[in-house]
Nanobody, 114 residues
Framework: QVQLVESGGGLVQAGGSLRLSCVTSRSLFSIGAVGWYRQAPGNERELVARITTLGNTNYADSVKDRFTISRDNAKNTVYLQMNHLKPEDTAVYYC????????WGQGTQVTVSS
């Protein structure tokens, strides 16, 4: 089973930026699309961005034009660049495989202060 490890979260002021990393235990070419999800306290986990093996991307409306998902195939890593962060972006961020879900990792906490 694919193992996924998230990192890069932290505390940032509104308007700031963070870059999250998701390192996978297998080649990105072999595991298909990878997505970034988030879950805020009291909320359902939601998919915020997704990237396919061909590099096609999709974003939730709430993060479009602020977040960018990308992949480094040589490093088996998927990134989420988050700019113009807002307090409502505060959540635990996870990566997983939208079309072949695997075990959830511990995630990485993102906290945006106003």
């Amino acid at each position: 089973q694919v193992q996924l490890v998230e990192s890069g979260g932290g505390l940032v002021q509104a308007g700031g930026s963070l870059r999250l990393s998701c390192v996978t235990s297998r080649s990105l070419f072999s595991i298909g699309a990878v997505g970034w999800y988030r879950q805020a306290p009291g909320n359902e986990r939601e998919l915020v961005a997704r990237i396919t093996t061909l590099g096609n991307t999709n974003y939730a409306d709430s993060v479009k034009d602020r977040f960018t998902i990308s992949r480094d195939n040589a490093k088996n890593t998927v990134y989420l660049q988050m700019n113009h962060l807002k307090p409502e972006d505060t959540a635990v961020y996870y990566c997983n495989l939208p079309f072949a879900p695997t075990n959830w990792g511990q995630g990485t906490q993102v906290t945006v202060s106003s």
